[in-house]
């Protein structure tokens, strides 16, 4: 049984986001990682250039960005074309803001290999870590559906983000992972210019938030003046390996 990671950056380097970190972590759990890099300027092109070069198993693509979310589905749709043609036997998807948690490994590749042969979509779950690696909350899921079987036709609607993909019977998988994109800790500038870039895309649907506009002034994001609503909780622990130097650098450990 083979299984193909896949994601997908634009500009990831300006943002300060672990989009290194979470290809490093896909590796630990696929045969190949697919990652789609969007008319980045800011280097973010280069360092997957070197990524790929120290490890075979990372194959790097290109694809023109656009104005609207729905090109986040397009853009993963090229990507599983690509994976189909190589004949993989499941692809997921795992954001650029997301780390597997390594220790849900082995348990979910058990139930990869025993899953019924017409299920064609499985879910992983995810802890969301805002604003600090310290603290959780409760984002808009708790799973999606982003592990798909190959050649069986599986794509996300060419209309949506690419958040999750839908049809038919969706079974849930011990995987998780681990959401840090909301993490502002050493990087709240670089965190708001993500959300304000970001929200763009998501003007049809009334964006973006004037909560973060508001924050335009002093330049840096504040998403629990944002998220008013959100019950933020304690997060113990534990962290996936990957992500550890990144943690000590934002608590000051690490230079």
Known sequence: MTLAAY???????????????????SLLIADRVFVCDCESTDGTWETLQALARSDTRIEIMRHPWGDHYRIQGQVCNGILERIDA?????????????????????PFRQDLANLPGDVKLARPSYTHLCPDYRTQFPFIYRSKAVVSRCRAGMRYDPNSDACSMAGGETWGVALELMHVGKV?????????????????????????????????????????????????????GPWPAVILPRIARAEGRLP
């Not at 990831?12 to 986001?17: L, N, R, S």
């Not at 004949?87 to 490994?105: N, S």
């Not at 500038?189 to 335009?216: N, V």
Request: proline share 4%.
């Open 7 to 25: 994601t997908y950056v634009r500009n990831c380097v300006k943002i300060d986001y672990p989009f290194v970190e979470s290809i490093l972590s």
């Open 86 to 106: 190589e004949g993989y036997d499941w692809a997921i998807q795992v954001q650029a803001d997301e780390i597997v948690c390594e220790w849900t490994i082995a």
């Open 184 to 236: 502002q800790v050493g990087r709240e500038r670089e965190a708001l210019a993500k959300e304000l870039e970001f929200q763009k895309l998501y003007t049809t649907l009334g964006f973006p938030d004037p909560k973060f506009l508001a924050q335009a002034e002093s330049g840096r994001v504040d998403y629990r003046a944002a998220f008013t609503a959100a019950e933020f909780t304690p997060y113990a």
